[in-house]
């Protein structure tokens, strides 16, 4: 179950960033870390909009 939640959060990253075919930029690599910390957020928020928190 969590490998499927892994990724929620790349819905808050760019597209540019998470195709881009080559190696990414320091700043792109700080973006792309942010995931983990976006998907949380975006499940939480719904667990509480869905009244299961």
Same mark, same amino acid.
């Given at each position: 179950?969590?490998?499927?939640? $892994?990724?929620?959060?790349?819905?808050?990253?760019? =597209? @540019?960033?998470?195709?881009?075919?080559?190696?990414?930029? =320091?700043?792109?690599?700080?973006?792309?870390?942010? $995931?983990? +910390?976006?998907? @949380?957020?975006?499940?939480?928020?719904?667990?509480?909009? @869905? +009244?299961? +928190?």
């Amino acid at each position: 179950m969590m490998g499927l939640l $892994h990724d929620v959060g790349k819905i808050g990253v760019p =597209d @540019a960033v998470i195709n881009k075919p080559g190696r990414l930029t =320091d700043e792109e690599y700080e973006i792309i870390k942010t $995931h983990p +910390g976006r998907g @949380a957020q975006i499940l939480v928020q719904r667990a509480y909009t @869905a +009244g299961c +928190g």
